[in-house]
Each structure stands twice: as C-alpha cells, then as structure tokens.
C-alpha cells in the first residue's frame, strides 16, 4: 500500500474521540510513509486529518469537486488539490489514486462512499481492502445491519468480509495489510466500469 483513502465527515461529530482518530490517522499514516487522498475540505474531521497529516510531514492529497471548493472549503494547505467537475468525479479519481480506504465517523456521504466502495469490491472493479475505524463504537449499528443483510440472505459471508473492522488505528491498518483478497472473476469488467 502506498496511499490510503480515508472517508470521513465535514462536521467534528459530538464526542471528541472522533477528533482525536482523525488526527491519529492521519499523524499514524504519515509516520507508516502511506499517503493519504481525502475530501480535500478544510472543515470538520477532513480538516483535522489533513492538518494532523500535513503536521507529521504526511503525503496529502485533496479532491473535491469544483462547487465546494468555489464556497471556500477546500483546504488551502494542501500541496496536492486535484478539483474536479463532480461528486462523481471525486470518487472515481479517489479510488485511483488509492491502495485501501478507511471510513472514519461521518454522515450520509460517508456512509454512501464506504458502501459504494464495498460494492465496487464485490463486483470486482477493485480488488482494494476497505475497514471502518470504529471509534467509540459509532459504526455498531451500521455493523449490525451488515450482519442482519448477511443472516436475511442479501450479503453473502463473503462480500461481508469486504469490509474490515477495528477500533484503533493500528488495528485496522494490520486488518487491512492482511485483508488482501485474491483476484477472482469479475462481474463486470474494468472497461465496463
């Protein structure tokens, strides 16, 4: 793994432990020598990764679509800002530039990018592992409701192994390290995707 994506919310959340895993993220994937490819936001826990990963020296990496960054969020201390004309566009180019991807706590986006990435895994358009930080037990429910799909025959065992889980940062980089699938048939071909 050379770069991580990391997913996570534009507001700092309720409990301060949110905070204090992005910074550890980021200072731990700066220290690991993984970069880091995020929302490119100056705000929330976006901005508290990139400035605890630009503090420790980290490899940073910033994409966001041209309407956010036109409205001032995008963070202004980021060496590498790639902006893009859509949210769309920010997720595929994010999917590129990365190795694996981390879901830190986060609203509605980050829960629809954490889960469209799961899917792009299971349909084979990456073969990239992908964890939750499950910081102070946030991602619990989300965890059940995977667990309950896989019990009610919507998920299989293993597509529900596509994502990984822990509750520290150093876990979860040893999940992901470890979680390298092997190459299979793809449903739909890289050309298709």
Not at 26 to 55: H, K, N, Y
Not at 77 to 94: E, F, Y
Not at 153 to 161: I, P, T
Request: glycine share 12%; net charge negative; proline share 6%.
């Amino acid at each position: 793994m050379r770069r991580i994506c990391v997913f996570c919310g534009s507001s700092v959340g309720s409990d301060p432990r949110y905070r204090d895993a992005a910074a550890e993220v980021g200072r731990r994937l700066a220290s690991e020598g993984l970069g880091v490819v995020f929302g490119g936001g100056s705000i929330g826990l976006m901005g508290v990764l990139a400035d605890a990963t630009l503090a420790a020296g980290g490899e940073l990496v910033g994409v966001i679509p041209h309407a956010l960054a036109a409205r001032e969020l995008a963070h202004r201390g980021v060496p590498d800002m790639r902006v893009v004309p859509s949210m769309h566009a920010r997720k595929a180019l994010m999917a590129e530039l990365s190795d694996a991807f981390i879901a830190l706590p986060g609203g509605l986006g980050t829960f629809e990018e954490l889960l469209e990435i799961a899917t792009w895994g299971q349909l084979g358009i990456h073969h990239k592992p992908v964890g939750m930080l499950n910081v102070a037990g946030y991602y619990a429910p989300l965890i059940t409701l995977l667990d309950h799909a896989v019990k009610e025959g919507f998920v299989s065992e293993e597509n529900r192994r596509l994502i990984v889980v822990a509750d520290s940062p150093p876990a979860l980089l040893e999940e992901l390290r470890r979680n390298r699938r092997p190459e299979r048939r793809e449903w739909i071909t890289p050309d298709e995707a």
